[in-house]
């Protein structure tokens, strides 16, 4: 098999999670355990870091990623989903897994793994942990994909275990209040591993406490942190931070929610500094700064174009947009169009409840299997006050608003990771 048909088996003979939901996912860690001791444990030959919760694991998994790549570790991170190309799943100190070893692994292994039938997601998982050993990591940065006590990347022991924030997500699978998620993301706490809490609410940090005492695992609240005293947008796509102490530095990412996700970040540094993992401040602010350039991160309120300002991110529940809506009332244009689509499995009113009457918008679908259909989303949209065309695609779409934007207009496109990625690969293909 070539790579295009090594990676169309991957997909048609495994459940996806991102094409079909809910089927996909499988509870427990059975195929995960015979896939590990079939390929000798591979985890256990190379320090991790554990990163779960609902939101900004992403930015904070490649964002530390960054931060150990300048202190002169070789990498690796694996996070889900891809938005391009699924070897970005896999990285190592930002290069891909190549397209022969992803047709490596599955050649030589499926033997072993087509009678079990594993999910997606698990082999993934599996191969990403057996080319960290074989690329001899320093250090690997593992994202959790969904929940953690039973996801498959919970079958490690890493040196520090980090939970960003807890809001309603996958409710079907995690629970449907705030304390039931908490307690599949606690999940992931190990006994003695120091745990960094992102946020916290007063439902959710006794969650924490109460699991972290029972493992002996000393736990700390960034949101308690003071290391950040305040934050704003550099106006070219990044944020620029003040830290309490009065040092300043930039960061690449610039959306509002960042400032949350750098606060968890510095508290976890703070933790690997006394690790001796870390052993110079200034790492941790190039790391920060660096963060795209050094792991090749899409997707967080990503500047595509300056005239007219276009923006996409890959903001998918209430919880983000609560931020990312805010951020867009704010962009000062003539007319702000938006182009939106997003799953089905989403809390799609009130996402609808947040976004800008005021704006022109282009309703789309993603190419994968849980988008909901454009003229559904242009529905709900209307009895929401919001009105627009629909189009068949996000290139589509996202053509029309740039056809119609003057210089001085605003374009953002997202509602899903999945707009996006169609979104960055129709860029790809058309060489914009």
């Not at 000393?218 to 830290?243: K, M, V």
């Not at 001796?276 to 660096?290: D, L, M, Q, S, Y």
């Not at 244009?333 to 022109?360: H, Q």
Request: overall charge negative; glycine content about 8%; aromatic content about 10%.
């Amino acid at each position: 098999m070539n790579y295009k048909e090594t990676l169309e088996y991957l997909y048609n003979s495994t459940p996806v999670f991102e094409h079909v939901g809910a089927s996909a996912y499988k509870e427990g860690l059975q195929n995960t355990l015979a896939l590990d001791e079939h390929f000798g444990h591979p985890h256990r030959k190379f320090r991790t870091i554990h990163i779960a919760g609902t939101n900004g694991k992403g930015s904070c998994s490649h964002t530390i990623a960054s931060i150990l790549q300048e202190a002169g570790y070789k990498v690796g991170l694996y996070t889900s989903p891809h938005l391009v190309d699924f070897r970005e799943r896999i990285k190592v100190n930002n290069v891909c897994i190549s397209e022969k070893d992803v047709i490596d692994f599955v050649e030589k292994e499926r033997h072993f793994f087509e009678p079990l039938h594993p999910s997606f997601f698990e082999l993934t998982t599996a191969m990403a942990f057996q080319y960290f050993e074989k690329e001899h990591v320093d250090i690997a940065v593992i994202e959790v994909g969904l929940g953690g006590r039973l996801d498959c990347t919970n079958i490690i022991t890493p040196i520090l275990s980090i939970i960003t924030n807890i809001s309603f997500d996958h409710t079907q699978f995690l629970g449907d209040t705030l304390e039931k998620i908490a307690a599949e993301k606690a999940g992931i706490i190990k006994h003695s591993v120091p745990v960094v809490i992102g946020e916290y609410n007063e439902e959710t940090r006794k969650v924490f406490e109460a699991k972290a005492k029972g493992l002996e695992a000393p736990i700390t609240f960034a949101q308690d942190s003071n290391w950040i005293l305040s934050s704003e947008s550099t106006g070219h796509g990044g944020r620029r931070y003040t830290t309490a102490d009065g040092k300043c530095f930039d960061g690449a990412l610039g959306g509002d929610y960042q400032e949350k996700n750098t606060r968890t970040v510095l508290e976890a540094c703070g933790i690997l500094k006394e690790m001796g993992v870390i052993t110079n401040e200034n790492h941790i602010f190039e790391g920060i700064r660096k963060v795209c350039l050094n792991t090749g991160l899409l997707g967080r309120w990503q500047i595509l174009s300056n005239k007219p300002l276009t923006v996409c991110d890959t903001g998918h529940n209430v919880a983000g947009w609560e931020y990312l809506s805010e951020q867009i009332k704010r962009q000062k244009c003539k007319t702000m169009r938006i182009v939106f689509g997003m799953v089905d499995d989403k809390d799609i009113n009130s996402v609808m409840s947040l976004l800008p009457e005021n704006a022109t918008y282009y309703f789309t679908q993603a190419t994968c299997k849980r988008a909901l259909d454009r003229h559904t989303v242009a529905s709900i949209a209307g009895r929401h006050g919001l009105t627009g065309k629909t189009y068949d695609n996000v290139g589509e779409a996202y053509m029309q608003a740039s056809k119609e934007a003057d210089s001085d207009d605003f374009i953002f496109i997202g509602g899903s990771s999945y707009i996006v990625a169609d979104l960055l690969a129709f860029i790809a293909f058309n060489s914009f």
